[in-house]
């Protein structure tokens, strides 16, 4: 279904890539399930299968974490009240 | 403060864009707070080009990664004008700088503000009011699973690796959180937006925060 789904040929790549494909989806399955167990509240973060699950979390920051951060002076404005 | 801010309200928010397998957060980042604050000052909405900046900014790396900072401090020294999208189309890799001309059209960044707002999330939103969409670094390790809601756990502050857009604020009900813009298209997240609960510094979403000045 999510091969389907996100469109995804394995074959091209190989026996090899489509295991390492489909332990990474069990992997991100269960990283679902932990997450969810803190969603108490109905507007509470939902986590599940999208486009990045068969992805492991080293090649997810390798894509698309690549920002860096300078440090910033705290900010010493006037404190605001609502 | 309202208790509630949006500045796609004011229609002056672009469309949510998609990066693509390519690192250039930052420079979305960077172009979604500088259209959206000339549009601010009454001009027309218009996508600017995040290919000139992921090609031209060589304090940074392009697709390899870079920092909304170097990119600002970039924008503000040379005083390049950004150049619309239509004329310098994303390719979601880097490229070769093309220049243009003074005499070309464009959006110039005369200046920006960069601080940690951490402890202090009133003020940031206040600074989102008064200045426009802010562009921030979070850590999204967990926004790799995530499909909608407010996040409210497990978002460390701890290591700062993607940049984003803080486009409003919601306090109105019992969760406050922020409005954040993000880059991996309008099927991630809510429509290609995610919500993060405000106190906490919940990802670092107050941890470096910029608001720029056309």
Redesign the interface.
């Known amino acids: 279904s999510f091969r389907a789904h996100f469109r995804r040929a394995y074959e091209a790549e190989g026996e090899e890539s489509n295991r390492r494909r489909r332990l990474h989806f069990q992997d991100a399955t269960k990283r679902h399930a932990y997450l969810n167990s803190f969603s108490t509240l109905p507007q509470s973060a939902k986590y599940g299968v999208n486009r990045f699950s068969d992805l492991s979390q080293h090649e997810f920051r390798e894509l698309y974490l690549r920002a860096s951060a300078d440090t910033a002076p705290p900010f010493s404005g006037l404190k605001t009240q609502r | ?1 309202p ?1 509630k801010f949006d500045w796609r309200d004011k229609a002056v928010v672009a469309t949510v864009q998609n ?1 693509e ?1 390519c ?4 420079a979305f ?1 960077v172009v979604g707070a500088t259209q959206s604050v000339r549009a601010i000052g009454g001009w027309r909405l218009q996508q600017l080009s995040v290919q000139q900046v992921l090609d031209c900014s060589f304090r940074n ?1 392009g ?8 990119a600002l401090s970039w924008l503000k020294q040379t005083g390049v004008k950004l150049v619309p999208q239509s004329e310098y189309p994303y390719k979601a890799k880097t490229g070769i700088c093309h220049f243009f001309p003074q005499s070309h059209g464009g959006v110039a960044v005369r200046n920006f503000t ?5 402890g ?1 999330e ?6 989102l009011v008064e200045r426009g969409p802010l562009a921030v ?1 979070v850590d ?3 926004w ?11 978002c460390s502050s701890k290591w ?4 984003v857009l803080v486009v409003g604020y919601d ?1 109105v ?3 406050p959180y922020w409005i954040v813009q993000n880059s ?1 298209g309008a ?2 997240g809510n429509e290609g937006y995610v ?1 993060i609960k405000i106190g906490g510094n919940l990802c670092g979403i107050a ?4 608001a720029v000045i056309v």
């Open positions: 403060l208790g990066q397998a690192g250039s957060c930052w980042s790396n697709c390899s990664g870079g920092s909304t900072f170097q960069s601080h940690d707002f951490s202090q009133e003020a940031m939103m206040s600074h670094i999204a390790v967990s790799q699973d995530y499909l909608g809601g407010i996040i409210q756990h497990h700062a690796n993607h940049a306090t009900g019992d969760i991996w099927s991630w919500y941890d470096s925060v910029a």
